[in-house]
C-alpha cells in the first residue's frame, strides 16, 4: 500500500499570505493519481485538486496543484478566511486508496 | 449533481455488524458512470478508505478490513450498502458514502456522514 506522508502538519498562517503544502508518497503514484480535499469542522471533505493540477468544478483559482511521481504540492495564492481548514492528499491509483494524514491550516 | 445520504443505526454492540446504506440521487446508480465509496473517520482524527463499487458489482477493500466488510448495491432502491462485522469500539467513527465520476475512483461527491458508535 501508498503511504503518503504530509507536511507540516500544522501551519500558521494570516489571511493574504501564500500556504504550500506538502505530500510525499512512498512509491510512485501512478498517472498522476493524486487529489487533495479540505475539510471543515462538523463538514464532509470537499474536492479541491484531482490528477495532481487540475481543479474540481467551482474551486477558486488560487488554489493550485502541482508534483508528479512521490511529491506532490497543494499552494494556496492568497488565503482567504474560509481557507483555514484541514488538507487532506489522497492517491487513488493504487488500491487501497490511501489518505494522508492531514495538515491543519490554522489562522495566526 | 449527485446527492448522496447516508443511514443507519447510530449505536452498534460490540462484536455486532454495522450497517449502513446510503441513497443516491441526482445520478443513476446503475448507469455504470459512478465509483460508490465507503470512508470513515475517527472523531479528532484523519480519513480512512474503507473500500469501493464499481456498478458492474466489482469491488475492492482495504486489506485491513477486507475480512470484515462487504459493499454492494441495491439498484432498483438507488442504493449502496456498507456492512462490517465484528466491530469493536476502534470502529467508531463518522461513516462517508461518496462518488466518483468513473474511470477515477476518487471522491467527488460526499455525504454529510454519519456518526456510528460501538458500545454495549
Known amino acids: 500500500e501508498i503511504v503518503l506522508t504530509q507536511s507540516p502538519g500544522t501551519l500558521s498562517l494570516s489571511p493574504g499570505e501564500r500556504a504550500t503544502l506538502s505530500c510525499r508518497a512512498s512509491?510512485?503514484?501512478?498517472?498522476?493519481?493524486l487529489a487533495w480535499y479540505q475539510q471543515k469542522p462538523g463538514q464532509a471533505p470537499r474536492l479541491l485538486i484531482y490528477?495532481?493540477?487540475s481543479r474540481a468544478t467551482g474551486i477558486p483559482d488560487r488554489f493550485s496543484g502541482s508534483g508528479s511521481g512521490t511529491d506532490f504540492t497543494l499552494t494556496i495564492s492568497r488565503l482567504e478566511p474560509e481557507d483555514f481548514a484541514v488538507y487532506y492528499c489522497q492517491q487513488y491509483g493504487s488500491s487501497p486508496y490511501t489518505f494522508g494524514q492531514g495538515t491543519k491550516l490554522e489562522t495566526k | 449533481q449527485v446527492q448522496l445520504q447516508e443511514s443507519g443505526p447510530g449505536l452498534v454492540k460490540p462484536s455486532q455488524t454495522l450497517s449502513l446504506t446510503c441513497t443516491v440521487s441526482g445520478g443513476s446508480i446503475s448507469s455504470g458512470s459512478y465509483y460508490w465509496t465507503w470512508i470513515r473517520q475517527p472523531a479528532g482524527k484523519g480519513l480512512e478508505w474503507i473500500g469501493r463499487l464499481y456498478t458492474s458489482g466489482s469491488t475492492n477493500y482495504n486489506p485491513s478490513l477486507r475480512s470484515r466488510v462487504t459493499i454492494s448495491v441495491d439498484t432498483s432502491k438507488s442504493q449502496f450498502s456498507l456492512k462490517l462485522t465484528s466491530v469493536t469500539a476502534a470502529d467508531t467513527a463518522v461513516y462517508y458514502c461518496a462518488a466518483g465520476v468513473y474511470p477515477f475512483p476518487l471522491s467527488e461527491y460526499w455525504g454529510q456522514g454519519t456518526l456510528v458508535t460501538v458500545s454495549s
Open positions: 490528477g495532481a493540477s
Open positions: 512509491q510512485s503514484v501512478s498517472s498522476s493519481y
